[in-house]
């Protein structure tokens, strides 16, 4: 069983760019999560989605990130414009429910100069 | 108080001993606990989840769980080398939104 997929695995961007992340889960779960770890410190939940609907999005900052997960499989992050505040490593998770284990994208390594 | 509190360490064992890593959350009704195992400069890896009071083994692992106390810990007997890492505990709190939780991570090395 294939796991969850992100890419890119690394971006180097000047602020003020956009930057877009994809995330393809593990087949079946319905449950979806973005993160991002900043050095030394445990993931921090960004958005949920449970199928296409999001569930939970009161950590992401809305002036600048969004978010889709259309027909309920892929999902997209986005930044626009970055600052250099963003720099950090953005970790995909999927889980067959909201309440249950999450599986690990390998993250994509975000520097913004 | 943070929702979910770890030692950050770092927590350094001889080969062989058991290492002991801690965790205590903040949501009394918290029904599920997790544990993560994350390599530098890699994703984490979950290595075991529990939901019920009491210990649940997998291997060289123990998962340990006292709701009343509100503390989740885990137990790595024989530690190897391979064994370093930075834990990370997860609890899902059910009075925040059913809200995924992550420590900040102990630390662990193990000295051949």
């Known amino acids: 069983e294939a796991g969850v997929v992100q890419s890119p695995r690394y971006k180097i961007i000047e602020k003020k760019q956009p930057v877009a992340f994809w995330c393809n889960p593990i087949s079946g779960h319905n449950t979806l999560y973005w993160y991002r770890q900043n050095l030394g410190q445990g993931p921090e939940l960004l958005i949920r989605?449970?199928?296409?609907?999001?569930?939970?999005d009161s950590q992401l900052p809305k002036d600048r990130f969004s978010a889709e997960r259309l027909k309920g499989v892929d999902s997209t992050l986005k930044i626009q414009p970055a600052e250099l505040g963003d720099s950090a490593v953005y970790l995909c998770?999927?889980?067959?429910?909201?309440?249950?284990?999450?599986?690990f994208g390998p993250g994509t390594r975000l520097t913004v100069l | 108080q943070k929702e979910v509190e770890q030692n950050s360490g770092p927590l350094s064992v001889p080969e062989g001993a058991i290492a002991s890593l801690n965790c205590t959350y903040s949501?009394?009704?918290?029904?599920?606990f997790f544990w993560y195992r994350q390599y530098s400069g890699k994703s984490p890896e979950l290595i075991m989840s529990?939901?019920?009071?009491g210990d649940k083994e997998d291997g060289r692992f123990t998962a340990q769980l006292n709701k009343a106390s509100q503390y989740v810990s885990l137990l790595i007997r024989d530690s190897q080398p391979s064994d370093s890492a930075t834990y990370l505990c997860a609890v899902n709190l059910r009075t925040i939104g059913n809200q995924f939780y992550f420590g900040t991570g102990t630390s662990l090395t193990v000295i051949p």
């Open positions: 529990i939901y019920s009071n």
């Open positions: 998770a999927s889980s067959l429910r909201g309440d249950n284990e999450q599986f």
């Open positions: 949501d009394r009704v918290s029904q599920s």
């Open positions: 989605y449970e199928n296409e609907e999001a569930v939970d």
